[in-house]
């Protein structure tokens, strides 16, 4: 009993409690950019670089963006995911040397210039070219310092000082060579079939730079007259079962023997007179550049009579007894789109017969047509023809069509022998107006509005063309649909298909398309998905286009002959080439450009000229691996992974697969993996129109950079990721629980050293267990760094520090820490063990929150020049790896739960306030074998209180705990009603016998009062 007048000893200050300055609040904002400039004070990146990295060089190879306006949630999202990917192989002890780099050429840089000059009164022509690249790369240069500023803010490491640039000159020269190169090869060619044309910018596009969206079209059905009927002797002598539709039709007996061959023909014209094979397309304005009709042989078509019209508010324009040859599996729906009420079958039309038939063109008696469609048009078999839509027979027009041009192509010797010139019109300018290769009815009307605020909209060519079909009576109906099609991702208008003349690197010729199959095989997909989808990108492929007709970009430095033989064909090619790529190493593109085509060529000259063209940016961007990684010394020539969004399927990762084929016969990277896009939280797209974007500028000022970098590493970032203030702040409060135990491990592990350290075989089997968490950990880790698999690497390591952690081994372990004698075995293993974790934890979350290990690291380890960036992650014995303690703790774990359902029960009911009141009664045989193996007791009190070995109650963290009853319930109580058990002044634990605080509490003072 303690004199009433004696005061009451305050325990408090014989605590262990953890000591730190370290903030619970992070202040991100505010904090990441002082991290950002002590990294760049000590030079971060240079010091990785001189690290012992005994694993080698690992390499990922950054994708370029495009050095034209500010960084958003796309690019923040796969800048952050690189260099978590980066910072992670780094710190697996490879050298993973990131060298950031920027796609400077194209035509949206061209039109923001444009812009420009406009603003200043000057249109692009009358401003000098080299005055006009000039400003271009300027403009290239200032976005660049812009987003490289972006880019850091967000945590990224990398040489920023030395990052490639496609508008370096040497850059330009290494394209160059890089063209050169396949054109010595004969891969490279020139030629006129259909591109992707976009009137608007005036220039053709790869399929890389279009996008599908939805327009308004007009669908015309036309009638184009007989002109020749082909009746084949075959027809006559062999199909007996065809014939003798035709001897029903003609009304008389044909018989075989008889030789009346003669007149069955002309029976069989005279049907055919006045008929029409029918058509059916959506671009009514390539009706003009018509040169053929395409059919299928294994189609079957008819020829049908028009016998009663629909009753119309207007004249139709077919009418009673019109002819018209059409598929029969699509007769309906010609019939109800020319309000054709009934019609007859005469007889079926073989494909012998549409073979070698002639048409007339649909505009040959238009006014003002001066006789320029008095040509035939022919009837062309084509493997593109379908009966799904249409009339089963494809209007052709080989200068804006694919598989026009291709029908067309291949039947050259049979257009010949037809008296029909094979080659090519040019039936559009730059501008998509007509030429004067059409009559003088149609030149110059445009097919797209290129200006104004009808801009991509139908151009005046339709309507005339509607018109003068009209006037020839061979429109048989129109309507208006919506289809998608090909639109500029930039301007966002319809694009054409143009036949002009243009570059192309073939995919077959020297097997670049099957080189190009064998590297995908060869490659590692993340997802594996991607793989198939290349593929078949690439198997499907057409030639590649390469050539653009602009301004800024890299030239094609090729000089042609007026016989059309390139300088890649001379002799003194070498030569040639030495002086090309020596004037664009000096000048840049100017080199080109403003060089007379007779420095490069020497005395032979004559009859020579330059290519006056540019690359395609794709192209630029595919030799990256070129000018980057093989010109390099601290840089592989291949790259180990390339990372971009999926969209890079058909742009970045072809375009370079491409490229390094045709040159180096094998991919430029050894794997692949691809990013979703980012959507907001509902999954839509994000758009200013619809209030839903977000900025990585905003979210670094609001939560800091940190928090985007948690979003991207606990994302599924194969597939499309949303981000919203909800999902943004879902983020921030898992930053926080990993902070708050970050920094309670800080505290506790104040003042600690390696003289503290207690060997693993003297720990308790708490701390084994620990260790074998670790050892789990650790071992899986690693697999998944190389597999890139950040998203369970992140996952894994929150629950393990919340529900590991925080909610388990911490939860035990505070009573020892706190309250156990300063020596004790159990609280200097708890803090061996802890000093483990943190070493871990530490590394394996600083690729992802770069700022905040940081911030962790230094506040345990200060130092003027040292960084948790030059660690490596730690490894672990093996004698660790402890399976039986593992299954025992598992086995308390459940058994702690189970009682703590039943306290917080109690609770509820306000008789319980703390576990530490609780007395918990369970039967005999609970947790026999892993009391065995944990070594633990169900006593109340500790044997030796002056170096406590845990007991089950301390698993329990309550006061009592006893398995000793007979019934197969748990029992809790509260002792607190219990008259013999009283509450430590201390620890709070409720304990027996004399004294205000425990035994062990009691020896802990001692020991604290002694020093």
Same mark, same amino acid.
């Given at each position: 009993m303690t004199d009433s007048t004696t005061t009451a000893r305050d325990y408090r200050e014989t605590l262990f409690l953890p000591k730190t300055d370290f903030p619970m609040r992070a202040g991100l904002p505010k904090a990441e950019p002082k991290w950002l400039e002590r990294w760049n004070r000590i030079?971060?990146?240079?010091?990785?670089?001189?690290?012992?990295?005994?694993?080698?060089?690992?390499?990922?190879?950054?994708?370029?963006?495009?050095?034209?306006?500010?960084?958003?949630?796309?690019?923040?999202?796969?800048?952050?995911? @690189? &260099?978590? #990917?980066?910072? /992670?192989?780094?710190?697996?002890?490879?050298?993973?040397?990131?060298?950031?780099?920027? $796609?400077?050429?194209?035509?949206?840089?061209?039109?923001?210039?444009?812009?420009?000059?406009?603003?200043?009164?000057?249109? @692009? &022509?009358? #401003?000098?070219? /080299?005055?006009?690249?000039?400003?271009?790369?300027?403009?290239?240069?200032?976005?660049? $310092?812009i987003q490289r500023e972006e880019f850091k803010r967000l945590g990224v490491?990398?040489?920023?000082?030395?990052?490639?640039?496609?508008?370096?000159?040497?850059?330009?020269?290494?394209?160059?060579?890089?063209?050169?190169?396949?054109?010595?090869?004969?891969?490279?060619?020139r030629g006129s079939k259909p591109i992707m044309w976009s009137p608007v910018e005036q220039t053709a596009l790869a399929e890389a730079e279009v996008e599908y969206a939805d327009r308004k079209a007009t669908a015309i059905y036309v009638k184009f007259p007989v002109r020749d009927l082909n009746v084949p002797e075959l027809l006559i002598r062999e199909e007996k079962e065809i014939s003798d539709e035709f001897e029903s039709l003609f009304g008389h007996e044909f018989e075989k023997e008889k030789g009346d061959e003669e007149n069955f023909v002309d029976n069989i014209k005279s049907v055919f007179s006045n008929a029409f094979v029918v058509i059916w397309t959506t671009t009514p304005w390539t009706i003009p550049a018509n040169r053929a009709v395409s059919f299928r042989a294994g189609v079957s078509y008819s020829l049908y009579e028009v016998i009663e019209m629909e009753s119309s508010d207007f004249e139709p324009w077919s009418k009673p007894g019109d002819k018209l040859i059409v598929a029969d599996a699509l007769w309906e729906t010609v019939s109800k789109a020319g309000l054709i009420k009934t019609g007859k079958r005469h007889a079926p039309v073989p494909a012998t017969m549409l073979d070698g038939t002639t048409l007339s063109h649909p505009l040959k008696n238009m006014a003002y047509a001066n006789g320029k469609y008095d040509f035939p048009v022919p009837l062309l078999e084509g493997?593109?023809?379908?009966?799904?839509?249409?009339?089963?027979?494809?209007?052709?027009?080989?200068?804006?069509?694919?598989?026009?041009?291709?029908?067309?192509?291949?039947?050259?010797?049979?257009?010949?022998?037809?008296?029909?010139?094979?080659?090519?019109?040019?039936?559009?300018?730059?501008?998509?107006?007509?030429?004067?290769?059409?009559?003088?009815?149609?030149?110059?009307?445009?097919?797209?509005?290129?200006?104004?605020?009808?801009?991509?909209?139908?151009?005046?060519?339709?309507?005339?063309?509607?018109?003068?079909?009209?006037?020839?009576?061979?429109?048989?109906?129109?309507?208006?649909?919506?289809?998608?099609?090909?639109?500029?991702?930039?301007?966002?208008?319809?694009?054409?298909?143009?036949?002009?003349?243009?570059?192309?690197?073939?995919?077959?010729?020297?097997?670049l398309r099957d080189k190009a199959l064998k590297a995908i095989d060869d490659t590692t997909f993340w997802?594996?998905?991607?793989?198939?989808?290349?593929?078949?990108?690439?198997?499907?492929?057409?030639?590649?286009?390469?050539?653009?007709?602009?301004?800024?970009?890299?030239?094609?430095?090729?000089?042609?002959?007026?016989?059309?033989?390139?300088?890649?064909?001379?002799?003194?090619?070498d030569a040639i080439d030495a002086r090309i790529l020596a004037a664009v190493t000096e000048k840049g593109v100017d080199g080109w450009f403003d060089t007379p085509a007779e420095d490069f060529l020497g005395e032979d000259a004559t009859g020579w000229t330059k290519v006056t063209d540019i690359l395609d940016v794709w192209f630029d961007s595919g030799c990256t691996h070129a000018f980057c990684l093989k010109r390099r010394d601290d840089l592989p020539d291949r790259a180990d992974l390339y990372l971009e969004g999926s969209d890079q399927h058909r742009g970045w990762f072809q375009s370079s697969l491409l490229e390094s084929c045709a040159v180096y016969g094998e991919a430029p990277y050894k794997g692949v993996m691809t990013d979703g896009f980012v959507v907001d939280n509902k999954g839509l797209k994000m758009s200013k129109s619809l209030g839903n974007t977000m900025s990585p500028e905003d979210i670094s000022k609001q939560f800091g950079a940190e928090i985007m970098r948690i979003w991207v590493s606990s994302s599924d970032t194969y597939n499309d990721l949303r981000i919203g203030k909800e999902i943004i702040q879902t983020n921030a409060d898992a930053y926080r629980k990993l902070r708050n135990t970050l920094r309670y491990m800080i505290g506790a592990l104040d003042g600690y050293s390696d003289d503290e350290a207690v060997?693993?075989?003297?720990?308790?089997?708490?701390?084994?267990?620990?260790?074998?968490?670790?050892?789990?950990?650790?071992?899986?880790h690693e697999g998944w760094v190389r597999d890139h698999n950040h998203r369970r690497i992140f996952s894994t390591l929150f629950n393990f520090c919340t529900v590991d952690l925080s909610a388990f081994y911490f939860d035990i372990r505070k009573d020892a820490l706190y309250c156990d004698p300063l020596n004790s075995t159990r609280r200097r293993a708890c803090r061996t063990v802890m000093n483990e974790i943190f070493l871990r934890l530490t590394t394996w979350l600083a690729p992802v929150m770069c700022f905040t290990m940081e911030e962790v690291w230094q506040a345990r380890f200060p130092s003027e020049d040292g960084s948790v960036h030059l660690e490596t992650f730690h490894t672990c014995p093996d004698t660790w790896a402890n399976a039986d303690v593992a299954e025992a703790v598992e086995g308390v774990r459940a058994f702690r739960m189970e009682a703590y359902e039943a306290m917080e029960a109690m609770r509820k009911e306000g008789s319980l306030k703390s576990s530490l009141e609780a007395s918990v009664r369970a039967p005999k045989s609970r947790l026999a074998k892993e009391r065995e193996v944990l070594g633990l007791t169900d006593e109340s009190s500790y044997a030796d209180p002056s170096n406590p070995s845990d007991v089950l109650a301390d698993y329990l963290i309550v006061s009592k705990c006893l398995l000793n009853i007979d019934s197969d319930d748990m029992l809790v109580t509260d002792l607190k009603c219990a008259d013999d058990w009283k509450k430590c002044e201390r620890s709070w634990k409720y304990f027996q016998g004399e004294g205000e605080i425990t035994p062990r509490d009691a020896a802990a003072v001692a020991a604290f009062d002694q020093g």
């Open positions: 030079d971060l990146y240079r010091k990785q670089r001189e690290a012992e990295n005994a694993l080698g060089q690992w390499t990922l190879h950054d994708g370029p963006p495009y050095a034209n306006g500010h960084i958003h949630m796309g690019t923040a999202l796969n800048k952050i995911h @690189k &260099d978590i #990917v980066n910072r /992670s192989h780094q710190m697996l002890g490879h050298d993973a040397n990131y060298v950031p780099g920027w $796609d400077c050429h194209g035509l949206p840089i061209e039109w923001k210039v444009e812009e420009e000059f406009r603003g200043k009164g000057r249109s @692009k &022509d009358d #401003v000098p070219p /080299s005055e006009f690249r000039a400003r271009c790369r300027d403009y290239a240069a200032g976005w660049v $310092d490491i990398g040489d920023w000082d030395d990052p490639y640039l496609t508008m370096k000159p040497q850059s330009e020269a290494d394209i160059c060579a890089e063209l050169l190169k396949i054109a010595r090869t004969g891969q490279l060619y493997d593109h023809v379908t009966a799904d839509a249409g009339t089963g027979f494809v209007h052709t027009a080989p200068s804006h069509g694919e598989d026009d041009y291709i029908v067309w192509m291949s039947n050259q010797k049979k257009l010949e022998a037809l008296g029909i010139d094979p080659v090519v019109p040019m039936t559009l300018d730059d501008a998509g107006c007509y030429t004067d290769v059409m009559p003088e009815r149609f030149q110059g009307l445009d097919v797209i509005r290129t200006s104004g605020k009808k801009r991509g909209q139908d151009g005046k060519a339709n309507p005339e063309v509607l018109k003068a079909l009209v006037e020839c009576g061979n429109l048989l109906a129109r309507g208006v649909l919506t289809l998608r099609d090909a639109h500029s991702w930039r301007s966002k208008a319809p694009v054409i298909r143009r036949a002009t003349p243009q570059w192309f690197i073939s995919m077959s010729k020297e097997g997802p594996e998905r991607g793989r198939n989808r290349l593929r078949t990108m690439v198997a499907d492929r057409p030639d590649w286009l390469i050539s653009r007709q602009r301004n800024w970009g890299v030239p094609i430095t090729l000089l042609v002959h007026e016989d059309g033989t390139l300088h890649t064909e001379r002799d003194d090619v060997d693993y075989a003297d720990m308790p089997a708490l701390e084994k267990w620990v260790l074998h968490r670790l050892h789990e950990i650790t071992a899986e």
